[in-house]
């Protein structure tokens, strides 16, 4: 939309104190603006009766463009919790000249939204009553409305799915909800049952869900346009471990064990970061790879001491069953080589270590890519700041894995364990290949602003940027 109706509740942003102006204020509340302003108040609301006109003082960075748009997300979590308590149902941002800040604000207020009430009673009143956001601008293109939609959109849907409990989202579920997503968005979709997962001897896969009651899935994802920029594929492989109890090394139930469900979240990032890029028909061929079980103790569970073999034909000696997430993504990047892939990129809930390493603040991240690729992906992380902290990847780490009796062994030890757990990986890959340990920033224990509570969501957003600049529609 280019212009603000008359009735539409207004945000206007001021980015400089000292001069504002607004062609849809009358002489004296411009007056009371500018007062307002120079008395130090940087957010100031005018009530027309029948609307209302909210002005924010936001003032950019200088020279910091990531840091500013951060600030501009922010202040739209901050914003939307106003909009809600006043009871408003729609919202119309005024474009200040400045677009990419102006999205960045909108993308705060969209993620800050979100809501999971599935499984409230009362949910019904609970409900926010912001439904829908317009952006009066000039500058702003209808496609570039439809790419924030489409993003945000994924990032809530992922969250969606990592909030769903296991006693919801078991592997088979957790499948079909990959293929609807496929559905709704118009790519390819095939889920592979246990009889195929056996024919194609995916050990690693099967011998974490042998103390399941529920089978095992494999969900092969592919989008592929006729106006496709990249013949060989994007490859994005996800950790769909739909509950994590530790297996027979069973974790601790007080803190460890609590929010396990989230363990799939790697796996609801491929699927819905490709929802996002076909909705958008982004001229990319893309493939996605999920396995999915939960991991759990049962009579017929695998024990630490097991040796199994892999769907590459290599051996691991397991000697800690809660490493679990390393087995199964193993056979899902073995299965890639057969795309002959122009880059993997793996997501996964892998270590506790990776969340001790960064925090919530970033995601910890490793790999064999070009420098040049390895800067361009922690620009674009930068970009959503959905930051990446490269790990070193030295060939040392791999003697942490050997084993005495098979060709490795699933854990490396008391030290670099996010990074052993990278390395694991690597020994399954024979391509471009980034791991992104996300266990740290996947799940929110307390409200982080526009990242919600719970499920993040976070790895869908640098994805999608990280699409857009391969199909050079952005430039950074
Ligand atoms: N799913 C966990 C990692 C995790 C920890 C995810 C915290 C989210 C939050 C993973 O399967 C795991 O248990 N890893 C072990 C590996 C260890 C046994 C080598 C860990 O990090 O303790
Ligand atoms: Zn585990
Ligand atoms: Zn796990």
């Known amino acids: 939309m280019s212009t603000a109706g008359k009735d539409d509740h207004l945000l206007l ?26 008395e130090g108040k940087t957010q100031i609301t005018i009530n027309q009766y029948k609307r209302m006109i909210y002005v924010q003082l936001l003032t950019p960075v200088s020279n910091d463009r990531v840091k500013s748009m951060e600030n501009w997300r922010k202040a739209g979590a901050q914003l939307a919790g106003r909009f809600n308590a006043a ?11 400045n677009s990419d800040l102006l999205l960045a604000l909108a993308e705060g207020i969209i993620l800050s939204n979100y809501q999971f009430l599935k499984y409230k009673s009362n949910g019904k009143k609970e409900i926010n009553s912001l439904k829908s956001i317009s952006v009066a601008s000039k500058k702003i293109n209808k496609t570039e409305i439809d790419r924030l939609q489409f993003v945000t959109q994924a990032t809530c849907k992922a969250r969606d799915l990592v ?12 499948a079909k909800e990959l293929q609807q997503l496929a559905k709704d968005a118009g790519f390819k979709s095939v889920v592979f049952d246990k009889k195929k997962i056996k024919s194609l001897k995916m050990g690693g896969l099967l011998s974490v869900n042998l103390g399941s009651v529920q089978p095992p899935t494999f969900t092969v994802m592919e989008y592929k346009p006729a106006k496709a920029i990249n013949k ?5 492989v996800g950790k769909g471990v739909v509950y994590d109890t530790g297996g027979m090394s069973l974790k601790p139930t007080a803190n460890s064990m609590d929010y396990m469900k989230c363990d799939m979240a790697g796996g609801a990032v491929v699927g819905t970061a490709i929802y996002a890029a076909a909705k958008a028909k982004l001229p990319l061929y893309i493939v996605g790879l999920v396995p999915a079980t939960d991991n759990r103790l049962d009579g017929d569970a695998y024990v630490p001491g097991d040796v199994i073999t892999m769907m590459s034909g290599k051996t ?3 000697l800690n069953t809660d490493a679990e997430g390393r087995l199964i993504l193993a056979d899902a990047l073995h299965y890639a080589k057969r795309y002959d892939p122009e880059l993997v990129l793996e997501f996964s809930t892998l270590t506790g270590s990776a969340a001790a390493t960064l925090g919530p603040y970033g995601i ?12 361009k992906l922690i620009s674009c992380g930068d970009e959503v700041y959905e930051r990446l902290g490269i790990m070193p990847f030295w060939d040392e780490y791999n003697d942490l894995l050997k084993s005495d009796i098979a060709d490795l062994r699933n854990i490396g030890g008391a030290n670099a364990g996010a990074i052993t757990a990278g390395k694991f990986l690597e020994n399954f890959t024979d391509y471009p290949f980034l791991h992104l340990d996300i266990a740290g920033p996947a799940f929110s224990k307390s409200n982080d602003s526009y990242r919600g509570k719970n499920g993040t969501g976070v790895g869908v957003r640098f994805l999608f940027e990280y699409f857009l600049r391969r199909a050079g529609i952005k430039k950074n």
């Not at 769903?164 to 957790?174: D, I, Y």
Request: aromatic share 6%; proline share 4%; hydrophobic share 40%.
């Open 316 to 318: 691991v000696e397991v």
């Open 163 to 174: 909030n769903e409990p296991q006693s919801f989202l078991n592997a088979v579920v957790f």
């Open 13 to 38: 942003v001021v980015n400089d104190k000292s001069s504002f102006d607004s062609p849809l204020l009358e002489t004296e509340e411009k007056q009371f603006v500018r007062t307002s302003l120079k």
């Open 87 to 97: 009871g408003h149902q729609s919202i119309t941002l005024v474009d200040n000249g």
């Open 364 to 375: 910890v991240a490793m790999g064999n890519v070009n420098e040049e690729l390895k800067a």
């Open 232 to 236: 060989k594929p994007i490859v994005l």
